[in-house]
Each structure stands twice: as C-alpha cells, then as structure tokens.
Antibody, heavy 121, light 107 residues
Framework: EAQLVESGGGLVQPGGSLRLSCAAS????????MHWVRQTPGKGLVWVSR????????VYADSVKGRFTISRDNAKNTLYLQMNSLRADDTAVYYC??????????????WGQGTLVTVSS | DIQMTQSPSSLSASVGDRVTITCRAS??????LNWYQQKPGNAPKVLIY???SVQSGVPSRFSGSGSGTDFTLTISSLQPEDFATYYC?????????FGQGTKLEIK
C-alpha cells in the first residue's frame, strides 16, 4: 500500500530555514503529481504547493511564493519543501499528499502523517 | 482564489442519525469538489471526490451531491467512528482551497 512519511520539522527562529522531506513507498512515485498542505488550528487546511510528476511544473500559494521551494527526486522517491525566511505565521503541521487524478478530477488520496514546524524565537 | 464555506461549523448528533453538511463555493466549480474526514492526530482521509463519487473502501453510508456552487455530504446513519471533522475542498483551480471544517460531535 502507498505510504508517505514526512520528516524535517522542528523549532526554528524567525528568518530561519528548514527543509522538509517526504519519503514515498508502495507506489510509482514518478507517476504522480504531489502537493504540500499545511494545517493550523486557526486557519485550518491550507494548500501550499504542487509539483508535476516530472518536476516540470510547479505552483505555489501566494503566501509562500519566493520563500518556499518544492522539488522532488524521483530516483530517491522523495519530495522536498525548502522553507526560507520563515515567519511566525508559517507555524503549522505540514503534510505531503499524493494527487490522484480520476479523469481530470483531482483529489488527495494519500497523505503523510504530518511534521510540525514551529517558528518562534 | 475560490472561497469555500461550510455549514454548520459544528454539529451534535447521535448514533443512527442522518446528517448533512453543506459546502458553498464562491464561484462555479462544476463537480470539482472533494470531501475529507479528519480525526484528531491523523491526516485527512478522502471520502468523496468529483462531488459524488465514493472513494474505494469508504462505507456506503457516505454520499455526496451537488454541482456548480452548492454541495452536500450526507451520512445516512451515523456510526461511532464517524465523529470527526469534515472538510470540503475544491480542485477546480489552484490554489486548491478547503472549507473551514465541520466538527461532528456526539450528542
């Protein structure tokens, strides 16, 4: 069965950087578009970024554009999120999610367990 | 961005009840609407995609309907394991936005 396992979260000071990883197994990682989604108690679920299966197309939420970079290594079955210039409002649980496309209808059918990022001095 | 508004924000119900949660999009999204269930400490789990298609493995008591801007998630007979938070999500255009959630609690 498909599995996604995030790592790399932790406590970082404002202005700092962190790199999240999402290790995929149980499916052909290189065939799927992937997303990062974050969740806070106050703002609920918020989509962060998407990357195409071959990495050729990338989209970001306005709130992270210019600060976060999504990437993937299909040889290592791993998705990444490089987060720079972190702010307090980036504090959240970060999930990676697989995009399953049913005839053009996209949904997130597998999610990781989440990794907590806390931005605080 | 497309805004997704769920109602109610919270709901108390009993085992065996029929429950309906609604989701409204700020613009027409055809049938590009998913429903997720989330339990405390866990990641969301997809229940319904394309507004009315039930994800494999999801019990048949869950159903979805709607198109355009108005959508509903119905649980025909609540089971103890259904008490959770439910989110709608539009996949019509990026950014894929979520509703604020509906917390379903035991009465």
């Amino acid at each position: 069965e498909a599995q996604l396992v995030e790592s790399g979260g932790g406590l970082v000071q404002p202005g700092g950087s962190l790199r999240l990883s999402c290790a995929a197994s149980g499916f052909t990682f290189s065939s799927y578009w992937m997303h990062w989604v974050r969740q806070t108690p106050g703002k609920g679920l918020v989509w962060v970024s998407r990357i195409k299966s071959d990495g050729s197309s990338i989209v970001y939420a306005d709130s992270v554009k210019g600060r976060f970079t999504i990437s993937r290594d299909n040889a290592k079955n791993t998705l990444y999120l490089q987060m720079n210039s972190l702010r307090a409002d980036d504090t959240a649980v970060y999930y990676c999610a697989r995009d399953l496309d049913y005839g053009g209808y996209s949904n997130f059918d597998y999610w990781g367990q989440g990794t907590l990022v806390t931005v605080s001095s | 961005d497309i805004q997704m508004t769920q109602s109610p924000s919270s709901l108390s119900a009993s085992v065996g009840d029929r429950v309906t949660i609604t989701c409204r999009a700020s613009q027409r999204i055809r049938s590009y609407l998913n429903w997720y269930q989330q339990k405390p400490g866990n990641a969301p789990k997809v229940l319904i995609y394309a507004a009315s298609s039930v994800q494999s493995g999801v019990p048949s008591r869950f159903s979805g309907s709607g198109s355009g801007t108005d959508f509903t998630l119905t649980i025909s007979s609540l089971q103890p394991e259904d008490f959770a938070t439910y989110y709608c999500q539009q996949s019509y255009s990026l950014p894929y936005t979520f509703g604020q959630g509906t917390k379903l609690e035991i009465k």
